[in-house]
């Protein structure tokens, strides 16, 4: 079965403190997996995919197969990084649907 | 260019009520989606539709009905409203694939739909 875990559902840090947040993923074959994120009162958008390896805001996240996880991590938060956070993973096929996690909501505190 | 635009932003239905909901968009994106999100849950997939004329079912289908007559648009319909509706709902929109690419999902601003 193909699904995408985030453990915490609030994550409160900070600010200038490391931020990780958490994906785990269940997927048969090669995944691909992004990560989405909401500001508040503004639209859900695309903030990093693995395969690009980028870091976008100071986020980046690595794939890991042997652990089936996606972490997204940041050395210093800032207050501007506050959001909801979704982890993704694309489903086979050629309908771009995706498979989203239960989402985690950065709180940096200042 | 406007996106992907939602309409209604805010609705309050009462149970056994229907109504739909217009997600438009002007990207000339092949593909549509209908999530819903709700707390704990993440985002939902409902239905989608990989071009005009065509939908599918996706992980919560029951309840909704969709159509897509046009490239640019995609209803979402409640023919019979239910509390268990109450959440908000999101379009999204992206380009067409291959197996070997994956093209961003631009998302709407929200319906935000209430069911007493």
């Known amino acids: 079965a193909q699904r995408v875990t985030q453990p915490e559902k609030l994550l409160s840090v900070f600010k200038g403190a490391p931020v990780e947040l958490k994906c785990n993923y269940s997927y048969s074959g090669s995944p691909e997996l992004f990560w989405y994120v909401q500001y508040s009162r503004q639209r859900l958008q695309l903030l990093l995919r693995?395969?690009s390896r980028e870091s976008i805001k100071g986020f980046t996240a690595d794939l890991n197969k042997g652990e089936t996880s996606f972490h997204l991590k940041k050395p210093f938060a800032q207050e501007e990084d506050s959001a909801m956070y979704y982890c993704a993973l694309r489903v086979k096929g050629n309908t771009g649907k995706l498979i989203f996690g239960q989402g985690t909501t950065l709180q940096v505190k200042p | 260019n406007a996106g992907v635009t939602q309409t209604p932003k805010f609705r309050v239905l009462k149970t056994g009520q229907s109504m739909t909901l217009l997600c438009a968009q002007d990207?000339?994106?092949?593909?549509m989606y209908w999530y819903r999100q709700d707390p704990g849950m993440g985002l939902r997939l409902i239905h989608y539709?990989?071009?005009?004329?065509?939908?599918a079912k996706g992980e919560v289908p029951d309840g909704y009905n969709v159509s897509r007559l046009k490239k640019q648009n995609f209803l979402l319909g409640l023919e019979s409203a239910a509390p268990s509706q109450t959440s908000v709902y999101f379009c999204?929109?992206?380009?067409?694939?291959?197996?070997?690419?994956?093209?961003?999902?631009?998302f709407g601003p929200g319906t935000r739909l209430t069911v007493l």
């Open positions: 990207m000339n994106h092949e593909y």
């Open positions: 539709s990989v071009g005009e004329g065509t939908t």
């Open positions: 693995h395969i």
């Open positions: 999204a929109s992206s380009k067409a694939g291959t197996s070997g690419t994956y093209n961003e999902q631009f």
